[in-house]
């Protein structure tokens, strides 16, 4: 059954595709949970939705890899829930693992992986007793194929997409969409076009949108990338390696 979510709690709210992810769900008349570091930036996104839908909009700045913040959040999802919860918050970097600082491959897991759970566990019991909601993450094709330049990112958007899917089977029979969103590389600002290795950052949220909303457990925007999924399955892996490396080098030196 396809549902419609009246509230909803974004993370990575502030720029990006989770930001792309507020005006959208705002202009659809959902009340928002914005969730962010940058208080700035998500104080002036929420007084613009405010003026220009009339939605409620609540701020939460909060960094998630923080656990005393990202409990916050938790009590917020277990204390007064939403109807849509919308993991986006997350990062990656290009680099090989070897040269890269141990720091920041242990920030990724924390913030794609562990507050994504964390958030997840939070909303989902609720959402099952009530018989309805959705629960969107944000994963990635990298997920699907190895990612040479962007080890520890790949990792884990493969858990993510994996994570999901298992969900979906769990909970779609007891009224609750979860669905994995899976881009390609995305523009995460307005004004760079899109093109054969780059997606809009708009056209990614409407799609992961419309996606949980019919209860999808899966969701690969753009023709391109949709087109590349079955060679994922079936090239022998010596070449998928060699490709992917050869697409993050491109998009490394693109983006």
């Known amino acids: 059954m396809r549902q419609a979510y009246r509230t909803a709690l974004v993370t990575g709210a502030s720029s990006g595709i989770g930001e792309s992810f507020a005006r959208l769900l705002a202009e ?14 998500l104080d002036g996104l929420a007084r613009e939705l405010v003026e220009r839908y009339r939605v409620g909009v609540e701020v939460l700045a909060a960094d998630l890899t923080d656990p005393e913040r990202r409990g916050e959040v938790e009590r917020r999802l277990r204390d007064a829930p939403v109807e849509l919860l919308v993991n ?37 019991p609720g959402m099952v007793e009530r018989g309805r909601g959705g629960v969107l993450n944000v994963a990635s094709v990298a ?61 990614v949220a409407r799609a992961g949108l419309e996606a949980v909303a019919a209860g999808r457990a899966l969701c690969v925007p753009g023709a391109q990338y949709k087109a590349v999924m079955p060679a994922l399955r079936i090239l022998p892996r010596p070449l998928l390696r060699a490709a992917a490396g050869r697409m993050w080098k491109q998009a490394a030196d693109t983006q």
């Open 88 to 124: 986006n918050a997350g990062y990656g970097a290009f680099g090989a693992f070897a040269e890269e600082p141990l720091e920041n491959q242990l920030a990724q897991i924390e913030l794609n992986v562990t507050a994504l759970v964390r958030l997840t566990r939070a909303a989902l």
């Open 28 to 41: 659809r008349g959902a009340d928002l949970v914005l969730v962010a570091r940058r208080t700035g930036l």
């Open 143 to 203: 997920g699907f194929a190895p990612s040479p330049g962007s080890a520890t990112y790949g990792a884990t958007k493969a858990y993510v997409a994996s994570f999901s899917e298992s969900l979906h089977a769990e909970v779609a029979e007891k009224g609750v969409h979860v669905t994995a969103l899976c881009p390609g590389f995305t523009r995460t600002d307005e004004e760079s076009a899109a093109n054969l290795l780059w997606l809009r950052r708009d056209a």
